[in-house]
């Protein structure tokens, strides 16, 4: 079992910069891929960026790309997302996701959730 707690969302305006924090309590936490999500109000949990076991495999939505940077600290057990010029839209509830696996964008495919972190970018 493998618990998250996600931590850093806050409220933001158009343009500025967050960074979120996911702590992972299990020490093999440097053999799982580690990930992020989001979910606004009324749609899907959506992906928006993962790093492989390793970090030599990262993925990133398109719609994040060139703006969000993901990091991971294994003898920190930590995660992280810099997010930068943020939008509107980006504004959700972020969850970080873990997987004893391969490092996939496919989000049904991730093993365990944090209870996520509200991030909320003002016009």
């Known amino acids: 079992q493998v618990q998250l707690v996600e931590s850093g969302g806050g409220l933001v305006q158009t343009g500025g910069s967050l960074g979120l924090s996911c702590a992972a309590s299990?020490?093999?936490?440097?053999?799982?891929?580690m990930g992020w999500f989001r979910q606004a109000p009324g749609t899907e949990r959506e992906f928006v960026s993962a790093?492989?076991?390793?970090?030599?495999?990262?993925y990133y939505a398109d719609s994040v790309k060139g703006r969000f940077t993901i990091s991971r600290d294994t003898a920190n057990n930590t995660v992280y997302l810099q997010m930068n010029s943020l939008k509107p839209e980006d504004t959700a509830v972020y969850y970080c996701?873990?997987?004893?696996?391969?490092?996939?964008?496919?989000?049904?495919?991730?093993?365990?959730w944090g209870k996520g972190t509200l991030v909320t970018v003002s016009t």
């Open positions: 996701g873990a997987r004893a696996g391969s490092v996939t964008p496919h989000t049904r495919l991730w093993d365990y």
């Open positions: 299990r020490r093999t936490f440097s053999n799982y891929a």
């Open positions: 790093i492989s076991w390793n970090g030599n495999i990262i």
